[in-house]
């Protein structure tokens, strides 16, 4: 391993040294494993403890060691699972890949764990560097790091804000999901996620893309009419390209052209909320994919690279001030930001013939064959884009949907469900999934479809 900071050939040998020991005992975890007896009744009183602590209940009974390799996550009671959701999609990678156990040890050379705003060092530099030289087709210029995907939304909403005094109104989708901050909440479709919350943000919503052939009209249609009744009084449209907590809706590069083009001639900033598409599509950026990139205004990212940020163009360049913060990230994320947008750019993983699509191909493909073999009764939905795929199963009623998910977790596959009406199964897998992987992961599926949906037939 080639590391980043240190002349200390001791040191140098220590880590590599390290660097093998860990990958060795992680590579081990290559297989699905039981539950252990002993070590269940721990993990469940753990799994108490902390639904105690937080005052929630979990959504699964578990733990983890923290120890994985690729697809494979050890849990505390012993089991090895299929994680196909991974903390909704923050190992891009997967488990362990050695980008991560080299970042975290090189980390360690480090004087201190998190990079501060008003310290960067060269890490922090060339991830900026790097990522802003990848999107020069388009007018995004700068970028300012957070330390969540929620408080990458809030500094676009200041940076837009501050542009557009006195017009604070925004539009979005309905079905839209904006993050955890309170502004994020306010802005998110679901009201479940904000009852009793003040309304302190003025949100539109309008009907997003589907599958009509007049989505488009559909949604500027419901564009004019909020225009005809408040007056031209928005600062900006949120727009998730693909709507990751609806299920993974989205249109087609025609549908956001003429959506978007209507709001630029409006005059109205278009702001793209990438947080859970970024890195997971054919392209780097999910508006690369849709070839949005003269249309974009403000782009925010999170999870796949274990950094967030704001990207913005020169001329929404705010005053210095209003962006801060004390922290923008650990020393073991900037480095494996760096090295994971390496890993990608030099890979062929982008593209219509890159790994992504591969991945993407093989799923679809063993859904189209349980589809046809037991009916869109137990199947009635597939799809999604790159690593953001989704299914329905039976009547896809939430209810239903999170008995599949508990059994499936039995059988040995992670994953979580997405939108409620209808609700959807959710997989964000990583790119260490190969065909083998996934040839057992529809196995546990189809397992889990003959025990939940058929048998209720
Ligand atoms: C589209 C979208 N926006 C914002 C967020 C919030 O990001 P974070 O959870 O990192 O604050 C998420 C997280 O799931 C998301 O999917």
Redesign the pocket.
């Known amino acids: 391993m080639t590391n980043m900071f240190s002349n200390n050939q001791s040191i140098n040998k220590s880590l590599d040294h390290l660097f093998t020991l860990i990958k060795d005992q992680n590579d081990k975890i290559n297989q699905l494993r039981k539950p252990q007896p002993n070590l269940s009744i721990e993990n469940h009183n753990q799994v108490k403890k902390l639904e105690q602590c937080r005052g929630v209940p979990s959504f699964y009974n578990y733990l983890k060691t923290g120890n994985g390799n690729g697809p494979f996550l050890e849990l505390a009671d012993g089991s090895v699972k299929y994680d196909m959701i991974n903390g ?2 923050i190992n891009l990678l997967g488990y362990s890949h050695p980008i991560y156990i080299q970042s975290h040890l090189e980390s360690a050379l480090k004087d201190s764990m998190i990079c501060g705003n008003l310290l960067p060092d060269h890490s922090y530099l060339s991830f900026c560097n790097q990522i802003l030289e990848n999107i020069n087709q388009s007018k995004l210029e700068h970028f300012w790091f957070a330390t ?6 809030d500094n676009a909403l200041k940076i837009l804000w501050t542009k557009t005094h006195p017009k604070t109104r925004l539009i979005t989708f309905e079905k ?6 309170i502004a ?1 909440q306010n802005i998110t479709w679901n009201k479940k996620y904000k009852e009793n919350l003040p309304e302190l943000i003025d949100v539109d919503y309008v009907p997003g893309p589907s599958d009509a052939k007049t989505a488009a009209q559909i949604t500027i249609h419901s564009l004019e009419k909020l225009i005809e009744k408040n007056g031209n009084i928005y600062s900006a449209f949120l727009i ?1 390209l693909i ?3 609806a299920g993974f809706i989205f249109g087609d590069s025609q549908y956001y052209q003429q959506v978007l083009t209507w709001a630029k001639q409006h005059g109205i900033y278009i702001w793209i ?5 970024f890195a997971r599509t054919t392209e780097l950026f999910a508006f690369q994919m849709f070839n949005l990139h003269d249309l974009v205004d403000i782009v ?1 990212i ?2 796949a690279l274990q950094i ?1 940020g704001t990207f913005y163009t020169h001329e929404l360049n705010p005053k210095a001030g209003v962006l801060g913060g004390t922290f923008a990230a650990s020393y073991s994320s900037l480095l494996v930001a760096n090295r994971s947008l390496n890993f990608l750019l030099n890979n062929n993983i982008y593209g219509t013939k890159g790994l992504i699509q591969e991945i993407h191909n093989h799923f679809i493909e063993n859904f189209n064959r349980l589809q046809k073999k037991y009916g869109e009764q137990v199947i009635p939905y597939f799809g999604g884009v790159g690593l953001m795929i989704s299914f329905e199963v039976g009547d896809s009623s939430y209810e239903l949907t999170w008995k599949f998910l508990n059994q499936l977790f039995d059988n040995g596959v992670i994953a979580f469900s997405a939108g409620q009406k209808p609700a959807r199964i959710r997989f964000l897998p990583s790119l260490m999934t190969t065909l083998s992987h996934i040839k057992e992961v529809f196995d546990i599926i189809e397992k889990t479809l003959s025990e939940i949906i058929i048998k209720d037939k």
């Open positions: 909704i999609g969540a995907g929620s408080l990458a939304n839209t999901f904006a993050g955890r901050t994020g998730e709507q990751g907590e909320d990438e947080i859970q598409t925010t999170g999870k967030c």
